[in-house]
């Protein structure tokens, strides 16, 4: 775990500086405990993957405690910064179901076991977000009778926002992966080499040279390397392509959408190709995709807003001719494993979906997303990468060169 304390090291977080941000924002709050119940939320204060359902309660004073199902509890334990003396399994048994053993922890903070305890409630297009259940919230409210319980996930969001230097570098890493991944790809299917290739082939052959180099998972919950060719591409509005069985054709497109993971830093981009012959169609296509690209990196840099993003590059499709191609929407969020989707806080006009006037801030970290489909032609692309904002520009962090290659 030298990697934990190592403050040269390249992928350092200072996690027990995070954990007293946090207890100062609980404090400016009055929330006298917090439950901490998401992914995101366990990945950004423990540094480790907890698959199965997992808690962390952290005090107004002192470590935090991961709760996780008793079969990973050594595991999650090896991983974090917190050792095993902070990481505790539950299991059907007296008294240690995840209900009973986390109300009784949390009691011995509070002053005659009562207080204001802060909890994750909410919705997310991301179905393993981790959110309380009604039961969970119904059966910890009762177990802690005398408590009041607090919405208060805002108060990781907004820390979370702007990455420091050990997380930006975990995802360059993840990113520079993923780039080995698409080289592996690519030297697979040229020269022909994609005849009698199925989707799944292409996803297995990205997966084998990332974990080669170093990568943990291929961590997306969309069916971990999306690829999809012929008209699987060009699905309307279509941005989840888990690959299928369907051999590689010629005179088709290919969408290659890989993903690694790195100490929880995630490495996601998309590159494209057209299999010859290619008609003038196609390539019409392909080069407004590009193009639009090529913009649209060009646009993001701290003071804008997804709203003012996408107002210039659908004014850009409509000049071009192409805008009934493309969704309308260009970025996503991202962070530590777990941290999807979403950008910023929940402070929009629709609960729980990015505030399309979130000012972008230096640091901040998303992903460049955008989906072009014509399923009247069977073509489609789309385009992901993470990068970081600055004042001036967006540093992309996968250098794979953008274009939509003809593979002969």
Same mark, same amino acid.
């Given at each position: 775990?030298?990697?934990?304390? $190592?403050?040269? $090291?390249?992928?350092?977080?200072?996690?027990? /500086?995070?954990?007293?941000?946090?207890?100062?924002?609980?404090?400016?709050?009055?929330?006298?405990?917090?439950?901490?119940?998401?992914?995101?939320?366990? @990945?950004?204060?423990?540094?480790?993957?907890?698959?199965?359902?997992?808690?962390?309660?952290?005090?107004?004073?002192?470590?935090?405690?991961?709760?996780?199902?008793?079969?990973?509890?050594?595991?999650?334990?090896?991983?974090?910064?917190?050792?095993?003396? $902070?990481?505790?399994?539950?299991?059907?048994?007296?008294?240690?179901?995840?209900?009973?053993?986390?109300?009784?922890?949390?009691?011995?903070?509070?002053?005659?076991?009562?207080?204001?305890?802060?909890?994750?409630?909410?919705?997310?297009?991301? *179905?393993?977000?981790?959110?309380?259940?009604?039961?969970? #919230?119904?059966?910890?409210?009762?177990?802690?009778?005398?408590?009041?319980?607090?919405?208060?996930?805002?108060?990781?969001?907004? *820390?979370?926002?702007?990455?420091?230097?050990?997380?930006?570098?975990?995802? /360059?890493?993840?990113? +520079?992966?993923?780039?080995?991944?698409?080289?592996?790809?690519?030297?697979?299917? /040229?020269?022909?080499?994609? &005849?009698? %290739?199925?989707? !799944?082939?292409?996803?297995?052959?990205?997966?084998?040279?990332? +974990? &080669?180099?170093?990568?943990?998972?291929?961590? @997306?919950?969309?069916?971990?390397?999306?690829?999809?060719?012929?008209? +699987?591409?060009?699905?309307?509005?279509?941005?989840?392509?888990?690959?299928?069985?369907?051999?590689?054709?010629?005179?088709?497109?290919?969408?290659?959408?890989?993903?690694?993971?790195? &100490?929880?830093?995630?490495?996601?981009?998309?590159?494209?190709?057209? %299999?010859?012959?290619? !008609?003038?169609?196609?390539?019409?296509?392909?080069?407004?995709?590009?193009?639009?690209?090529? !913009?649209?990196?060009?646009?993001?840099?701290?003071?804008?807003?997804?709203?003012?993003?996408?107002? /210039?590059?659908?004014?850009?499709?409509?000049? +071009?001719?192409?805008?009934? #191609? %493309?969704?309308?929407?260009?970025?996503?969020?991202?962070?530590?494993?777990?941290?999807?989707?979403? =950008?910023?806080? $929940?402070?929009?006009?629709?609960?729980?979906?990015?505030?399309?006037?979130?000012?972008?801030?230096?640091?901040?970290?998303?992903?460049?997303?955008?989906?072009?489909?014509?399923?009247?032609?069977?073509?489609?692309?789309?385009?992901?990468?993470?990068?970081? =904002?600055?004042?001036?520009?967006?540093?992309? *962090? @996968?250098?794979?060169? *953008?274009?939509?290659?003809?593979?002969?």
């Amino acid at each position: 775990m030298t990697h934990h304390t $190592n403050i040269k $090291n390249p992928y350092f977080i200072d996690f027990p /500086k995070r954990i007293k941000d946090i207890q100062a924002e609980m404090g400016s709050q009055g929330i006298d405990c917090y439950l901490g119940s998401r992914l995101r939320t366990l @990945s950004w204060t423990a540094d480790a993957f907890c698959p199965w359902r997992s808690f962390v309660v952290i005090p107004a004073d002192g470590l935090p405690t991961v709760f996780t199902f008793v079969i990973d509890a050594a595991r999650v334990a090896d991983d974090s910064w917190l050792g095993e003396d $902070n990481v505790m399994g539950f299991a059907p048994m007296g008294g240690q179901d995840q209900i009973e053993q986390i109300a009784d922890f949390i009691k011995d903070f509070l002053k005659n076991g009562r207080g204001r305890i802060g909890v994750e409630s909410g919705m997310s297009n991301y *179905l393993p977000e981790g959110w309380l259940t009604h039961y969970e #919230y119904t059966q910890f409210q009762a177990a802690l009778s005398g408590c009041e319980l607090i919405n208060a996930h805002t108060l990781i969001d907004k *820390l979370a926002l702007i990455k420091d230097q050990g997380t930006i570098n975990r995802f /360059k890493e993840a990113s +520079r992966i993923v780039d080995i991944g698409h080289h592996a790809v690519f030297d697979a299917i /040229k020269d022909g080499g994609y &005849k009698g %290739m199925t989707e !799944t082939e292409i996803a297995g052959i990205a997966a084998l040279a990332m +974990r &080669k180099a170093g990568s943990e998972w291929e961590w @997306s919950f969309t069916g971990g390397n999306e690829i999809a060719s012929g008209y +699987r591409t060009g699905f309307a509005g279509g941005a989840c392509t888990p690959a299928s069985r369907r051999q590689l054709q010629p005179g088709e497109p290919l969408m290659v959408d890989i993903h690694a993971m790195f &100490k929880l830093g995630l490495g996601d981009h998309s590159h494209n190709y057209l %299999m010859a012959p290619v !008609t003038d169609r196609q390539r019409w296509h392909a080069d407004n995709f590009v193009d639009i690209v090529k !913009t649209t990196l060009e646009t993001y840099r701290a003071g804008t807003t997804p709203s003012l993003l996408a107002e /210039k590059m659908m004014g850009f499709a409509e000049e +071009r001719g192409f805008a009934d #191609y %493309m969704v309308p929407g260009f970025e996503h969020g991202i962070g530590l494993m777990g941290d999807e989707w979403r =950008i910023g806080l $929940n402070d929009g006009p629709f609960p729980y979906w990015t505030n399309p006037d979130h000012v972008y801030q230096e640091n901040e970290l998303l992903i460049c997303a955008m989906q072009y489909a014509c399923p009247d032609d069977n073509i489609g692309f789309r385009y992901e990468n993470p990068i970081v =904002i600055h004042a001036d520009h967006c540093e992309p *962090l @996968s250098k794979f060169p *953008l274009g939509v290659d003809e593979i002969r």
